[in-house]
């Protein structure tokens, strides 16, 4: 794929591959736009239909999503087509635009996402939700009961400097059968052939209550095209099979992220905000929009939640890796003695817990905490001629 320097505008020569945002949505409602700048064109005046210059599909993809096909292509994505502007999600297109709107070019749509919390999120994964009972979302009530941040890396040392190598997520086995249009039902239970809902026995086919995506084209609400959107937190995604990676982990990069899919010369370009070419109706003057008359989410019965710009989320990530940061150093402090005279920590091994700090040595309890299995002289070294 190819992008512009701003990394806003990509583009490619050959089949679909998918871009993804660098930062995710987790709970809350969120808000990005997409302007197609090559693709379908518009009918001539004579009604003839020239001949497209590639395609684009746009929509939310979480991490485990394949970057070599389109958005929607797999059970983690949830994508929209030029073409007709049909819905698609597991490779399924199905109508969703009015007869003959297609997604044309200089076309802009805006995509929402309407998350719960995490708090009720959990209560999904955990087995714990009940529908009698959780008839409303209150996205106030976060934080207190959070469980850790749990961020396994495997260390490397570069130049004098500590990287760490973030653990990838991977598709499961469940929801590649649900691809499937004949699944093989297991010979022990039927469970793979049930639909996905909240309380379905396979955690990974378990669905948010209150969740959705909402489309608008060129500043007009087309409609709902998706809800009760699949779980994310673990145990519904699970890391990839690594040394030192633990399951049921949470490293907070989990969630749902803005994505773009381009086919042989189709182009587009992102907008995060909070400066759209076509705010959501209702919006503020401070970039958000109230959706306190939207319908779907008064019959929910949740509370509503401004809608922010996904380009927000970036400024928070950045915060709370720094908090990430802060914790994880004090934690391996306190593992290598705390105050303790007997067993105080040297200052590289504490520098060595924050991503790009200076150091040279780093601590087997860092390393365990870091890796699991790790040990100090594990850490992986890259070495490169200086020219």
């Known amino acids: 794929m190819l992008f512009d320097e701003l990394g806003k505008i990509t583009t490619t020569e050959k089949g679909y591959r998918m871009a993804r945002a660098n930062v995710g949505v987790r709970e809350g409602n969120w808000y990005w736009e997409c302007k197609i700048i090559s693709g379908v064109k518009p009918k001539l005046p004579n009604g003839e239909q020239p001949e497209p210059e590639g395609h684009v599909r746009l929509g939310w993809a979480r991490r485990e999503a394949s970057l070599d096909g389109p958005v929607g292509f797999d059970a983690y994505g949830y994508g929209l087509r030029d073409i007709a502007g049909q819905k698609v999600h597991m490779s399924r297109p199905k109508d969703f635009s009015p007869p003959g709107e297609d997604i044309k070019e200089g076309d802009v749509i805006g995509l929402e996402i309407n998350l719960p919390s995490l708090s009720l999120h959990r209560k999904v994964v955990e087995g714990h939700y009940n529908k009698a009972v959780d008839v409303a979302d209150d996205l106030e009530a976060t934080g207190a009961e959070a469980p850790d941040i749990i961020r396994d890396r495997v260390p490397i040392r570069y130049k004098a400097h500590l990287y760490f190598e973030q653990f990838e997520y991977h598709s499961t086995k469940e929801l590649e059968d649900l691809m499937n249009p004949s699944p093989v039902v297991s010979t022990t239970s039927n469970m793979s052939t049930e639909l996905p809902h909240p309380n379905h026995p396979i955690v990974s086919m378990r669905t948010l209550p209150f969740s959705c995506i909402k489309v608008y084209k060129n500043g007009e609400y087309v409609g709902t095209p998706f809800t009760d959107l699949l779980a994310f937190l673990p145990p519904a995604s699970k890391p990839l099979p690594q040394v030192g990676a633990r399951d049921g982990l949470d490293d907070g990069m989990l969630g749902y992220f803005p994505a773009i899919s381009v086919f042989r010369g189709g182009a587009a370009e992102v907008n995060f905000g909070p400066d759209f070419w076509y705010p959501p109706p ?70 060595a817990a924050v991503p790009g700090a200076v150091g040279t040595e780093i601590s087997k309890a860092e390393t365990a905490a870091l890796g699991g299995n790790h040990v100090a002289g594990e850490i992986k070294e890259i070495v490169q001629e200086d020219e």
């Open 282 to 351: 209702s919006m503020t003057g401070d970039g958000d929009v109230n959706m306190a008359d939207d319908a779907t989410s008064v019959d929910h019965g949740a509370k509503i939640k401004e809608l922010q710009p996904v380009g927000k989320r970036y400024n928070e990530q950045i915060a709370e890796d720094i908090v990430y940061d802060i914790l994880d150093e004090v934690d391996f402090w306190m593992q290598d003695g705390g105050a303790s005279a007997e067993t105080k920590p040297d200052s590289t091994d504490i520098a």
